[in-house]
């Protein structure tokens, strides 16, 4: 167990409706990341951040969101889903928000879009 | 941009034979490099790092400046080994991967 968790682990949508993915970082971690796993894009960074702040943007659609909250958690927002959209969403945390550090990530959340 | 290829989908070795999974970087500044696995059903998990030169349940990897490479080798492949492998490499924000290369190791 990595400490990192996702919920739900599991989330079967309709095209064109709006869902929330929630990722609860190891204890002690500052730092939240976001990827993306399709068959076919492999692991595709979307969004970090550091402390509640924003700290780097990858390839995330304008029709994704993200934010930290004070408690650290963060939660991922997904809006007008889209077949194309289905895939597995990981969330790592790290201690640091530099990168360099290990990252633990989550047992992820596999989104169907139907 | 920083990229990381690993050009084989796909690599199936008999068990005890060695193992190279092949990973190439391109980053413009010093680069950090990680080996992250993810066996069946289970999460992605931190493999090595090339700064700690440690080897992890027989995996090795060197960083070649020379050739923006950072292969991962053991030199007896076990069926416990059979998995997906990531390399990233980190820009100092976050870690960027590779597209993975499942390794079976064949009994």
């Known amino acids: 167990d990595s400490g990192v968790t996702q919920t739900p682990k599991h989330l079967i949508t309709a095209t064109g409706q709006r869902v929330t993915l929630r990722c609860s970082p190891r204890?002690?971690?500052?730092?939240v990341y976001w990827y993306q796993q399709s068959l076919d894009q492999g692991l595709q960074f979307l969004i970090q951040?550091?402390?509640?702040?924003?700290?780097a943007k990858g390839n995330i659609l304008e029709r994704f969101s993200a934010q930290q909250f004070p408690d650290l958690h963060s939660e991922l927002n997904l809006s007008s889903l889209e077949l194309g959209d289905s895939a597995l969403y990981f969330c790592?945390?790290?201690?640091?928000?530099?990168?360099?550090?290990?990252?633990?990530f989550g047992q992820g959340t596999r989104l169907t879009v139907v | 941009a920083q990229r990381v290829t690993q050009p084989e989908k796909l690599l199936s070795v008999f068990k005890g034979a060695p193992v190279e999974l092949k990973c190439n970087y391109s980053?413009?500044?010093?680069?950090?490099l990680f080996w992250y696995v993810q066996y069946s059903r289970q999460r992605l998990q931190l493999l090595l790092r090339?700064?700690s030169r440690e080897s992890i349940k027989g995996f090795t990897a060197d960083l070649n400046k020379g050739e923006t490479s950072f292969h991962l080798k053991k030199p007896f492949a076990q069926e416990e080994d059979s998995a997906m492998y990531y390399c990233?490499?980190?820009?100092?924000?976050?870690?960027?991967f590779g597209a993975g290369t499942i390794l079976r190791v064949k009994s």
């Open positions: 790592a945390s790290s201690v640091e928000g530099q990168g360099n550090t290990e990252a633990f």
């Open positions: 204890s002690g971690d500052l730092s």
């Open positions: 951040y550091y402390n509640g702040e924003e700290r």
């Open positions: 980053y413009s500044g010093s680069p950090e």
């Open positions: 090339h700064i």
């Open positions: 990233a490499l980190s820009d100092g924000n976050k870690l960027v």
